[in-house]
């Protein structure tokens, strides 16, 4: 790992505790450890280096998304995904802080603001799920959003306390049942 992975991966762990006002150049120097004129080398100030830090988290997780084993049922793809969330929780925690942050900077569309891809991973499991007859839902990328947002909130809750263990297991199926009943039953109540 080179001196500019290794800031960012420290920059990850801080921001992802600690969020935008507590995080410093300073702070980051101090943890990594490395004089600040190191940092103000790779990174004009804190705004560049967390841009520079949300896009590295983005590649990593869409590389690590690409790694996933295929799966033949949208609903075993649909816990797939819950548990990758789980198990990246600092990145995306990270991702979801920086997005917080900076929302301004983010375009805004008719349903409010949100991060480009972040909910691809959902819907590329709601139109497999779709397609062979397994899910219904009469919109995709909507439905992926709200799927997504309920599942970065517990992140959000639980971090950096992430459930491991059993806990775990309990938390992606609580998760899981509820987003299985409603993709199954249409949203319709049974």
Known sequence: ?????????KAKTIFAESGYDAFSIRVLAKEIPLAPSVLYHYFKDKDELLKAMFDYLNTDLGKKRTKLPSINSASDMLKQR????????EEIVAVLKYFIAYRKKFPKF????VPDKSSLHMEEVLAFGVKNGEFHSPNIPQDAKVMTHAVNGFLLEYFPDTPRGKAKV??????????IRA????????
Do not use: C, H, P, R
């Open 1 to 9: 790992m080179n001196t500019k992975q290794k800031i960012l991966e």
């Open 82 to 89: 819950i548990i990758f969330q789980l198990d990246n929780a």
């Open 110 to 113: 008719n349903e409010g603001f």
């Open 170 to 179: 309990v938390l992606v199926e609580n998760i899981y049942q509820f987003l």
């Open 183 to 190: 993709l199954k039953n249409g949203g319709e109540k049974s």
